[in-house]
């Protein structure tokens, strides 16, 4: 069974190692916010890092260093994705990121993404895109709406999208898209129930991932990935 690593012992880093033998890992190591030291991550095969924005960087950096696969599932650091993506390649790791790693989400990108397409050339529909999640979230808008929004106007819906969130007690997560005419309205909406969506697709990820080299989103391997 391959060596997991957990870096992030909160909600997400328990979640991911109750589930972890399902997807045939032996959790070897767990780590929250000790330094990383690279002694203790010989032997291990992939880690899963749940953390905080500011954290992916060092963190990032050092694993690569280690050469160490990963995934990162802590939400925030895009503007840094450039940093990231080269501290993989200067050292020949492996790595899978998404703003969301939930299967039904990635999907409703999927869905949400056609529909635009579709309406591109429809002006009378204007759109809206909105999300909630609980208290604690740090980033907002949520990855997961600032993915749905830049994938709309990839897929040529040109005209603005009203882009709102809010943040409120326990919510796990809800994404809603929504397209409005004179005629009728269009709801997309994704809810999820507990963060086990979230565990289950970045241990899929995990699995992945391992003996691979190369900088991946989730859902460019997610309907390939074995």
């Given at each position: 069974?391959?060596?997991?690593?957990?870096?992030?012992?909160?909600?997400?880093?328990?979640?991911?190692?109750?589930?972890?033998?399902?997807?045939?890992?032996?959790v070897a190591l767990k780590r929250d916010l000790e330094p990383l030291v690279a002694?203790?991550?010989?032997?291990?095969?992939?880690?899963?890092?749940?953390?905080?924005?500011?954290?992916?960087c060092?963190?990032?950096?050092?694993?690569?260093?280690?050469?160490?696969?990963?995934?990162?599932?802590?939400t925030g650091w895009l503007a840094h994705k450039e940093t990231v993506k080269r501290a993989v390649e200067k050292n020949g790791t492996g790595l899978v990121w998404s703003p969301n790693?939930?299967?039904?989400?990635?999907?409703?990108?999927?869905?949400?993404?056609?529909?635009?397409?579709l309406l591109a050339a429809q002006p009378e529909y204007g759109?809206?895109?909105?999300?909630?999640?609980?208290?604690?979230?740090?980033?907002?808008?949520?990855?997961?709406?600032?993915?749905?929004?830049?994938?709309?106007?990839?897929?040529?819906?040109a005209r603005p999208i009203d882009t709102g969130s809010n943040r409120a007690g326990t919510v796990p997560g809800t994404?809603?898209?929504?397209?409005?005419?004179a005629?009728?309205?269009?709801?997309?909406?994704?809810t999820a129930r507990s963060r086990e969506g979230f565990a289950r697709g970045a241990l899929q990820a995990a699995r992945w991932v391992v003996g691979k080299k190369g900088f991946h989103e989730?859902?460019?391997i997610l309907f390939t990935a074995v």
């Amino acid at each position: 069974m391959p060596n997991l690593a957990i870096v992030g012992y909160g909600k997400m880093g328990r979640m991911i190692e109750q589930f972890a033998p399902e997807y045939g890992f032996t959790v070897a190591l767990k780590r929250d916010l000790e330094p990383l030291v690279a002694e203790d991550f010989r032997g291990i095969d992939v880690a899963v890092e749940f953390t905080a924005p500011e954290a992916v960087c060092p963190n990032v950096e050092a694993l690569a260093g280690f050469g160490v696969n990963l995934v990162v599932g802590t939400t925030g650091w895009l503007a840094h994705k450039e940093t990231v993506k080269r501290a993989v390649e200067k050292n020949g790791t492996g790595l899978v990121w998404s703003p969301n790693f939930s299967i039904g989400v990635n999907a409703f990108v999927r869905l949400v993404s056609e529909a635009a397409r579709l309406l591109a050339a429809q002006p009378e529909y204007g759109a809206w895109a909105w999300e909630i999640h609980h208290a604690t979230k740090k980033d907002a808008p949520s990855g997961t709406l600032l993915k749905l929004v830049e994938d709309m106007k990839k897929a040529g819906y040109a005209r603005p999208i009203d882009t709102g969130s809010n943040r409120a007690g326990t919510v796990p997560g809800t994404h809603e898209i929504g397209f409005d005419s004179a005629a009728d309205t269009i709801t997309l909406r994704h809810t999820a129930r507990s963060r086990e969506g979230f565990a289950r697709g970045a241990l899929q990820a995990a699995r992945w991932v391992v003996g691979k080299k190369g900088f991946h989103e989730f859902s460019e391997i997610l309907f390939t990935a074995v």
